[in-house]
């Protein structure tokens, strides 16, 4: 490659230079190019061939594209950038492949060839936008391709069975093909394989978007990649990506953004790993939404930050607050035709009633049942099923329970989820612990497993109190004292106090199998308080 020779060139002719200090000038991107220059060979000089000869439409493809900080792109991103239907684009893009300007990147996931540029061939393409462009013109051509990309996650998210909370929009225009729907099959066809071929590519975008000062298309399209992030397990992701759309937001003033990618970053963080209490800061959190999306006046988005609140009531033992929480945000629901808000009310009301009024929860659960069928999200389904089968569980109903939890697990298995699958087998392992099967051992280590794996701290807690009552019931009791203190552990980083006050009174009856009286007094003063 010619880069290669002229780093060459340039290292023969100086033989003082050490290979760091020809890596320390290329990391300046501004005169990158510049670097390349030995001799008779210059990189900007052999582009420079190659973009004289294109027409001024291919040319300005060339800039704009170039001004796109992804990693690589669709046929289509040309069509956008040029407000050209999608045929014209990919003609274009091929053209710019025939003058050796872009690359071939392969076909992806969703059946999309997609491009990309050498990284010197793109700084050459940006340094001539800088001169040959408005950048009102720029922006407005990046304005296009943000709002295609908009425009397909919202069409790929609505297919897939990810969070019930509502899908939000804001003003943000969407771009479209003039030659019709063509260019979006991908997208609707295969919404997981579209999200997986477009991933990198819509992340940059919108981080590109927010350091453009355009938050409204960034936190829009965000807000439609959470579904695909959540069924994915991609958490990390989902929270680096939200946390840059949020200072954004902040940045410009848009209140709506800013609830929305609030209420995004709680799901993305409540049942992770956190160095504080998951479920205070939830509690807080759904306190903030309750009053930001009243403000704005968007019931849908109120129904879910009261959902998110009953949930950190229950948290914290307020049955009483958290089922009123619950019946608001149940009211809000049906009052604009939520359904995945009226199916999370009812389970959210179904954890605040507890094993307190077992009947109540069951009857709740199965009313949100019924709404997750009606909905068709067999995710949630299957998440409401497994909530069913414990309710049966502790109101001494085992088959009941098993057949619950049996059909959660098909449908987690079904659609290769192995997050809720994770947490469908605490489920089930809880269930038999309660029961005394010897099958809650198993269940449980798989559960633990996946949960470690996952990060998901809250189901990895609940695993461990699992394995360590079965432990101390199996005589087990060294490992009985390690599962609950790791335990016990976890919950406090959770927050939810019964669930805190059940493992420490397990730890307790360990510590006194296995001799250690003081340790077991404050285990079971500790827990007795928070049950108080």
């Given at each position: ?76 991103v040309p069509a956008a950038l040029l407000d050209l ?83 939000i929009h804001g003003p943000a225009p969407r771009w ?357």
């Amino acid at each position: 490659p010619l880069a290669v020779r002229v780093a060459g060139a340039r290292l023969a002719a100086r033989p003082h230079w050490s290979l760091s200090r020809l890596a320390g000038q290329l990391t300046d991107e501004r005169r990158r190019l510049d670097q390349f220059s030995a001799g008779d060979l210059a990189v900007r000089a052999s582009l420079a061939l190659s973009y004289v000869g294109l027409d001024p439409r291919e040319r300005m493809a060339f800039r704009l594209l170039g001004a796109l900080d992804v990693p690589d792109f669709a046929g289509w991103v040309p069509a956008a950038l040029l407000d050209l239907p999608v045929p014209a684009g990919e003609e274009l893009v091929e053209s710019l492949v025939d003058a050796q300007l872009v690359l071939i990147a392969g076909v992806d996931p969703a059946g999309q060839l997609r491009y990309r540029f050498h990284d010197l061939v793109r700084l050459y393409a940006r340094e001539l936008g800088g001169t040959e462009d408005d950048p009102r013109d720029a922006t407005l051509a990046l304005s296009r391709v943000f709002g295609a990309w908009l425009g397909l996650a919202e069409l790929a998210t609505e297919k897939l069975p990810g969070t019930t909370s509502a899908i939000i929009h804001g003003p943000a225009p969407r771009w479209d093909s003039p030659d019709g729907a063509a260019w979006k099959h991908p997208a609707e066809r295969d919404p997981i394989a579209w999200f997986d071929a477009e991933r990198a590519a819509f992340i940059a975008a919108v981080r590109q978007a927010c350091a453009l000062g355009l938050s409204a298309v960034a936190w829009d399209t965000a807000c439609c990649v959470e579904r695909y992030f959540d069924v994915c397990g991609l958490f990390d992701e989902w929270r680096s990506l939200h946390e840059r759309v949020l200072e954004a937001c902040l940045a410009a003033g848009d209140r709506l953004g800013e609830a929305v990618v609030r209420r995004g970053l709680m799901h993305a963080t409540t049942w992770m790993e956190s160095g504080g209490e998951a479920m205070a800061a939830q509690y807080d959190g759904a306190g903030r939404l309750i009053e930001m999306f009243s403000a704005l006046g968007e019931q849908r988005g109120l129904c879910d930050a009261y959902v998110l609140r009953a949930w950190g009531q229950a948290a914290r033992g307020e049955m009483a607050e958290g089922l009123e929480s619950g019946r608001a945000a149940l009211r809000l629901a049906e009052a604009t035709g939520h359904l995945g808000g009226q199916a999370r009310a009812h389970v959210c009301m179904a954890v605040a009633y507890g094993t307190r009024r077992i009947d109540m929860a069951i009857e709740h659960l199965r009313l949100g049942l019924e709404l997750a069928e009606k909905l068709g999200n067999p995710r949630f389904e299957a998440t409401t099923l497994q909530f069913l089968g414990l309710a049966h569980g502790h109101a001494r109903q085992f088959e009941a329970g098993l057949e619950c939890m049996m059909r959660a697990l098909a449908i987690y298995r079904q659609i290769r989820d192995p997050l809720l699958e994770a947490m469908g087998l605490v489920a089930l392992a809880r269930l038999y612990a309660v029961h005394h099967d010897e099958r809650a051992r198993s269940a449980a280590q798989a559960a633990e497993a996946l949960s470690r794996s996952h990060r998901l701290a809250h189901h990895r807690a609940d695993a461990l109190w699992v394995l360590g009552e079965v432990d101390l019931a199996e005589g087990r009791i060294g490992e009985a004292v390690g599962h609950l203190e790791e335990s016990v552990r976890l919950w406090r980083t959770r927050g939810w106090q019964e669930f805190l006050a059940g493992a420490l009174a397990s730890l307790a009856e360990a510590y006194t199998a296995a001799g250690d009286q003081a340790a077991a007094e404050r285990a079971r003063r500790e827990g007795a308080a928070l049950s108080s």
